[in-house]
C-alpha cells in the first residue's frame, strides 16, 4: 500500500518540477530530427548537383532543424506548464473535496490504470485521505532551471540529429556517393531508434527496428511528395 501513494504523489511531482525527458523522449526526438533532416537530402539530385547546391541543402537542413528544435522546445515547456498546472487543480481538487466518490474518481484519474486497476476502494479512500492531510503547498505554476535545461536538451537532440546524414557532404566531394552513404547512415539510426524503442517497450526489438526504418523512409518520402 505504501507503494501506491507515491504513484500519485509521482504524477503530481513531475508536474511540479522532475520534468526529465524519458528514454522513449529522446530517441523519439531523435528520429524526428534524422527525418526532417532527409527530407531534405532526399531532395538532392545527384546526377546535377555541384558544389554551391549541396551547401545550399546543407543550409536548408540545419535551418530546418534549428527552426523545429526550438518549435519543440518552446511546445515542451507549454506542455509542461499545462500539466503541472493540470495535477496542481487535481491535487487541491482532493484535498477541499467532500464528496468521496469524486475523491475516488480524482485518484484513479491521476495514477496510471495499470495500478489503477489493482487498488481496492479502501486503497483509494486512503490514498485520498493522506492527499488531503498534506501541509500547505504554493498553488503557482511555474517554469523552473530543470524545465528550461530539459527543452534546451530537446532543440540540442532535433538538431544534432542532422549532423550524422549532413557529414558525408561535408567530406565527400562526389554527391552521388555522399548521398548513399548519408542514407546508409540515416537507416541505422532509424533502425537502433526503432531497437532501442522495441527493447524498452519488451517487445521485438529486431522487428521494431526494421519496422522504424520502414517508417521512417515511407515518412521522408511523403514529406518530399507533399511539398515538405
Known amino acids: 500500500m505504501n507503494s501506491v501513494a507515491p504513484a500519485f504523489a509521482g504524477s503530481t511531482r513531475a508536474?511540479?518540477?522532475?520534468?526529465?525527458?524519458?528514454?522513449v523522449d529522446r530517441v523519439s526526438e531523435v528520429i524526428f530530427g534524422l527525418i526532417m533532416a532527409l527530407t531534405f537530402t532526399g531532395t538532392l539530385s545527384v546526377a546535377t548537383a555541384d558544389r554551391a547546391e549541396v551547401r545550399d541543402m546543407l543550409i536548408?537542413?540545419?535551418?530546418?532543424?534549428?527552426?523545429?528544435?526550438?518549435?519543440?522546445a518552446v511546445m515542451f515547456l507549454l506542455g509542461t506548464l499545462t500539466e503541472r498546472g493540470r495535477n496542481l487543480a487535481m491535487l487541491k481538487q482532493v484535498r477541499k473535496s467532500r464528496d468521496e466518490?469524486?475523491?475516488?474518481?480524482?485518484?484513479?484519474e491521476a495514477?496510471?490504470?495499470?495500478?489503477?486497476?489493482?487498488?481496492?476502494?479502501?486503497e483509494i479512500e486512503s490514498i485520498?485521505?493522506?492527499?488531503?492531510?498534506?501541509?500547505?503547498?504554493?498553488?503557482?505554476?511555474?517554469?523552473?532551471?530543470?524545465?528550461?535545461?530539459?527543452?534546451?536538451?530537446?532543440?540540442?537532440?532535433?538538431f544534432l540529429a542532422t549532423f550524422p546524414v549532413a557529414l558525408p557532404f561535408l567530406f565527400i566531394d562526389q554527391a552521388h556517393l555522399a548521398l548513399r552513404i548519408s542514407n546508409g547512415v540515416a537507416l541505422v539510426m532509424l533502425f537502433l531508434g526503432g531497437y532501442f524503442l522495441g527493447r524498452h517497450g519488451m517487445r521485438h526489438p529486431w522487428a521494431?527496428?526494421?519496422?522504424?526504418?520502414?517508417?521512417?523512409?515511407?515518412?521522408?518520402w511523403a514529406t518530399i511528395a507533399l511539398g515538405g
Open 15 to 23: 508536474a511540479t518540477g522532475n520534468s526529465a525527458l524519458s528514454p
Open 60 to 72: 536548408g537542413a540545419l535551418g530546418c532543424n534549428i527552426a523545429w528544435g526550438l518549435v519543440d
Open 101 to 108: 466518490r469524486r475523491t475516488r474518481e480524482l485518484v484513479l
Open 111 to 122: 495514477l496510471p490504470p495499470v495500478i489503477a486497476a489493482t487498488l481496492t476502494p479502501a
Open 128 to 158: 485520498g485521505d493522506r492527499l488531503s492531510r498534506l501541509p500547505d503547498f504554493s498553488d503557482r505554476t511555474q517554469l523552473t532551471l530543470r524545465d528550461f535545461r530539459t527543452a534546451t536538451g530537446v532543440f540540442l537532440l532535433v
Open 208 to 220: 521494431s527496428g526494421f519496422v522504424t526504418m520502414a517508417v521512417g523512409a515511407v515518412l521522408v
